[in-house]
Protein backbone atom coordinates (compact mmCIF):
# COMPACT_ATOMS: atom_id res chain seq x y z
CA UNK A 1 0.00 0.00 0.00
CA UNK A 2 2.20 2.67 -1.30
CA UNK A 3 -0.50 5.47 -0.39
CA UNK A 4 -0.12 9.04 -2.74
CA UNK A 5 2.63 8.71 -5.19
CA UNK A 6 3.55 11.82 -7.35
CA UNK A 7 6.10 11.79 -10.13
CA UNK A 8 8.29 13.59 -10.61
CA UNK A 9 10.24 14.42 -7.53
CA UNK A 10 12.26 17.31 -8.80
CA UNK A 11 11.56 19.01 -12.30
CA UNK A 12 13.18 22.25 -13.88
CA UNK A 13 11.34 23.94 -16.98
CA UNK A 14 12.38 26.75 -18.97
CA UNK A 15 9.59 29.70 -19.51
CA UNK A 16 7.42 28.95 -22.33
CA UNK A 17 8.25 24.46 -21.39
CA UNK A 18 4.79 22.38 -20.97
CA UNK A 19 4.73 19.47 -18.36
CA UNK A 20 2.62 16.97 -16.71
CA UNK A 21 2.66 15.89 -13.12
CA UNK A 22 1.66 12.90 -12.20
CA UNK A 23 -0.49 11.53 -9.23
CA UNK A 24 -1.63 8.35 -8.26
CA UNK A 25 -3.34 6.40 -5.44
CA UNK A 26 -4.31 3.28 -4.11
CA UNK A 27 -6.57 3.75 -1.45
CA UNK A 28 -9.67 3.75 -3.21
CA UNK A 29 -10.27 7.66 -2.37
CA UNK A 30 -13.19 9.68 -4.33
CA UNK A 31 -11.67 12.76 -3.89
CA UNK A 32 -8.55 13.95 -4.81
CA UNK A 33 -6.67 17.49 -4.90
CA UNK A 34 -3.57 19.36 -6.28
CA UNK A 35 -1.83 21.90 -4.09
CA UNK A 36 0.55 24.24 -4.56
CA UNK A 37 2.46 25.87 -1.64
CA UNK A 38 5.64 28.13 -2.12
CA UNK A 39 8.09 29.08 0.60
CA UNK A 40 7.25 29.59 3.55
CA UNK A 41 3.39 29.77 2.70
CA UNK A 42 0.39 27.91 3.37
CA UNK A 43 -1.51 24.94 1.16
CA UNK A 44 -2.97 26.49 -1.99
CA UNK A 45 -5.39 24.56 -3.94
CA UNK A 46 -5.24 24.70 -7.84
CA UNK A 47 -7.73 22.16 -8.68
CA UNK A 48 -9.72 19.28 -7.26
CA UNK A 49 -11.65 15.92 -8.07
CA UNK A 50 -14.68 15.09 -6.11
CA UNK A 51 -14.88 11.81 -7.72
CA UNK A 52 -13.53 9.85 -11.00
CA UNK A 53 -15.16 11.98 -13.94
CA UNK A 54 -15.35 15.38 -12.34
CA UNK A 55 -12.81 18.19 -12.08
CA UNK A 56 -13.27 21.72 -10.36
CA UNK A 57 -11.10 24.72 -9.89
CA UNK A 58 -9.74 25.86 -6.46
CA UNK A 59 -8.13 29.18 -5.43
CA UNK A 60 -5.18 29.33 -8.08
CA UNK A 61 -6.67 27.35 -11.11
CA UNK A 62 -5.03 29.99 -13.99
CA UNK A 63 -2.09 28.45 -15.86
CA UNK A 64 -3.09 24.90 -15.14
CA UNK A 65 -4.98 22.18 -16.53
CA UNK A 66 -5.93 18.76 -14.86
CA UNK A 67 -7.41 15.34 -15.90
CA UNK A 68 -9.08 12.84 -13.69
CA UNK A 69 -7.90 9.48 -16.28
CA UNK A 70 -9.63 7.26 -13.92
CA UNK A 71 -10.02 7.13 -9.83
CA UNK A 72 -6.47 6.43 -8.77
CA UNK A 73 -4.92 8.82 -11.28
CA UNK A 74 -5.04 12.74 -10.98
CA UNK A 75 -2.71 14.85 -13.39
CA UNK A 76 -2.00 18.61 -13.42
CA UNK A 77 -0.36 19.89 -16.57
CA UNK A 78 1.64 23.22 -17.19
CA UNK A 79 0.94 24.10 -20.61
CA UNK A 80 3.16 27.19 -20.51
CA UNK A 81 5.18 27.34 -17.69
CA UNK A 82 6.45 30.98 -16.20
CA UNK A 83 8.68 31.53 -13.37
CA UNK A 84 5.52 32.40 -10.91
CA UNK A 85 4.99 28.65 -11.24
CA UNK A 86 8.00 27.78 -9.13
CA UNK A 87 6.45 26.35 -6.51
CA UNK A 88 6.35 22.58 -4.29
CA UNK A 89 3.33 20.90 -5.59
CA UNK A 90 1.44 18.15 -3.06
CA UNK A 91 -1.23 15.57 -4.56
CA UNK A 92 -3.54 14.60 -2.15
CA UNK A 93 -6.48 12.20 -2.01
CA UNK A 94 -9.80 11.97 0.68
CA UNK A 95 -13.26 10.07 1.04
CA UNK A 96 -13.27 6.63 1.83
CA UNK A 97 -16.64 4.80 2.31
CA UNK A 98 -18.60 6.64 4.99
CA UNK A 99 -17.01 9.97 4.83
CA UNK A 100 -14.45 12.22 3.58
CA UNK A 101 -12.39 12.95 6.74
CA UNK A 102 -8.30 12.64 6.38
CA UNK A 103 -6.59 13.94 3.15
CA UNK A 104 -3.34 12.07 2.78
CA UNK A 105 -0.69 14.20 0.90
CA UNK A 106 2.16 12.70 -1.83
CA UNK A 107 5.77 13.15 -1.22
CA UNK A 108 5.82 16.13 -3.59
CA UNK A 109 7.24 17.81 -6.43
CA UNK A 110 9.47 20.71 -6.71
CA UNK A 111 9.41 22.61 -9.59
CA UNK A 112 11.66 25.78 -10.53
CA UNK A 113 10.82 27.09 -14.24
CA UNK A 114 13.60 29.44 -14.98
CA UNK B 1 -17.11 31.77 5.24
CA UNK B 2 -15.69 28.62 6.55
CA UNK B 3 -12.39 29.06 8.07
CA UNK B 4 -9.10 28.45 10.29
CA UNK B 5 -7.01 30.71 12.31
CA UNK B 6 -4.09 29.35 13.81
CA UNK B 7 -1.75 30.80 16.57
CA UNK B 8 0.70 31.75 17.20
CA UNK B 9 2.73 32.16 13.67
CA UNK B 10 5.67 31.02 14.98
CA UNK B 11 7.37 29.88 18.28
CA UNK B 12 11.07 29.11 19.58
CA UNK B 13 11.75 26.59 22.05
CA UNK B 14 14.31 25.05 24.10
CA UNK B 15 14.41 21.25 24.22
CA UNK B 16 12.05 19.90 27.13
CA UNK B 17 9.58 22.86 27.17
CA UNK B 18 6.26 22.19 26.58
CA UNK B 19 3.78 23.71 23.90
CA UNK B 20 0.70 24.52 22.77
CA UNK B 21 -0.39 25.43 19.56
CA UNK B 22 -4.07 26.44 19.05
CA UNK B 23 -6.35 26.63 15.82
CA UNK B 24 -9.94 28.30 15.93
CA UNK B 25 -12.02 27.66 13.55
CA UNK B 26 -15.80 28.95 11.87
CA UNK B 27 -17.83 26.08 9.81
CA UNK B 28 -21.07 26.07 9.19
CA UNK B 29 -21.27 22.24 9.13
CA UNK B 30 -18.74 20.90 11.61
CA UNK B 31 -17.30 17.53 11.09
CA UNK B 32 -14.14 17.15 12.27
CA UNK B 33 -11.12 18.91 12.61
CA UNK B 34 -7.31 17.70 11.21
CA UNK B 35 -3.81 18.12 12.62
CA UNK B 36 -0.98 17.98 10.64
CA UNK B 37 2.80 17.87 10.76
CA UNK B 38 4.90 19.55 8.16
CA UNK B 39 8.72 19.15 8.25
CA UNK B 40 10.15 19.55 4.76
CA UNK B 41 8.43 17.80 2.83
CA UNK B 42 4.19 16.74 2.46
CA UNK B 43 2.15 17.30 5.41
CA UNK B 44 1.44 13.83 7.74
CA UNK B 45 -1.49 13.36 9.64
CA UNK B 46 -1.37 13.34 12.90
CA UNK B 47 -4.97 13.71 14.80
CA UNK B 48 -8.36 13.49 13.88
CA UNK B 49 -10.98 15.25 16.42
CA UNK B 50 -14.77 14.71 16.11
CA UNK B 51 -17.99 15.43 18.57
CA UNK B 52 -17.57 12.24 19.70
CA UNK B 53 -14.17 12.09 19.76
CA UNK B 54 -12.74 15.19 21.52
CA UNK B 55 -9.51 14.47 23.20
CA UNK B 56 -6.64 12.46 21.20
CA UNK B 57 -2.93 11.64 22.62
CA UNK B 58 -0.05 9.84 21.22
CA UNK B 59 2.91 9.82 22.61
CA UNK B 60 4.42 13.29 23.91
CA UNK B 61 1.73 15.05 21.40
CA UNK B 62 -2.22 15.20 22.40
CA UNK B 63 -5.03 17.38 21.06
CA UNK B 64 -8.19 18.66 22.19
CA UNK B 65 -11.40 20.04 20.76
CA UNK B 66 -13.87 22.69 22.34
CA UNK B 67 -16.98 22.22 20.48
CA UNK B 68 -18.57 24.98 22.12
CA UNK B 69 -15.69 27.47 22.01
CA UNK B 70 -15.10 26.33 18.54
CA UNK B 71 -11.76 26.03 19.37
CA UNK B 72 -8.75 22.96 19.16
CA UNK B 73 -5.40 23.06 21.24
CA UNK B 74 -2.17 21.06 19.92
CA UNK B 75 0.11 20.25 22.90
CA UNK B 76 3.39 18.95 22.93
CA UNK B 77 5.46 17.82 25.83
CA UNK B 78 8.84 17.71 26.47
CA UNK B 79 9.86 18.62 22.90
CA UNK B 80 12.63 17.39 21.15
CA UNK B 81 14.32 19.64 18.07
CA UNK B 82 12.48 16.72 16.15
CA UNK B 83 9.44 18.29 16.58
CA UNK B 84 10.47 21.52 14.52
CA UNK B 85 8.02 21.66 11.71
CA UNK B 86 5.15 23.49 10.70
CA UNK B 87 1.87 22.57 12.54
CA UNK B 88 -1.40 22.73 10.43
CA UNK B 89 -4.62 22.79 11.64
CA UNK B 90 -7.72 21.71 8.93
CA UNK B 91 -11.22 21.50 8.56
CA UNK B 92 -12.41 18.98 6.13
CA UNK B 93 -15.16 19.98 3.17
CA UNK B 94 -18.76 20.73 4.45
CA UNK B 95 -21.09 21.68 1.86
CA UNK B 96 -17.95 21.58 -0.61
CA UNK B 97 -15.01 19.23 -1.63
CA UNK B 98 -12.50 21.17 -0.46
CA UNK B 99 -10.45 21.53 2.80
CA UNK B 100 -9.65 24.43 4.64
CA UNK B 101 -6.07 24.86 5.91
CA UNK B 102 -4.93 27.38 8.54
CA UNK B 103 -1.60 28.93 7.80
CA UNK B 104 0.00 26.80 10.32
CA UNK B 105 2.25 27.59 13.65
CA UNK B 106 5.88 27.26 13.05
CA UNK B 107 7.77 25.75 15.89
CA UNK B 108 11.21 25.74 16.26
CA UNK B 109 13.06 23.41 18.86
CA UNK B 110 16.62 24.44 20.14
CA UNK B 111 18.89 21.96 21.28
Known amino acids: NAGVTQTPKFQVLKTGQSMTLQCAQD?????MYWYRQDPGMGLRLIYY???????DKGEVPNGYNVSRLNKREFSLRLESAAPSQTSVYFCASSGREGGYNEQFFGPGTRLTVL | EDKVVQSPLSLVVHEGDTVTLNCSYE??????LLWYKQEKKAPTFLFML????IEKKSGRLSSILDKKELFSILNITATQTGDSAVYLCAQPPSGTYKYIFGTGTRLKVLA
Open chain 2, 50 to 53: TSSG
Open chain 2, 27 to 32: VTNFRS
Open chain 1, 49 to 55: SASEGTT
Open chain 1, 27 to 31: MNHNS
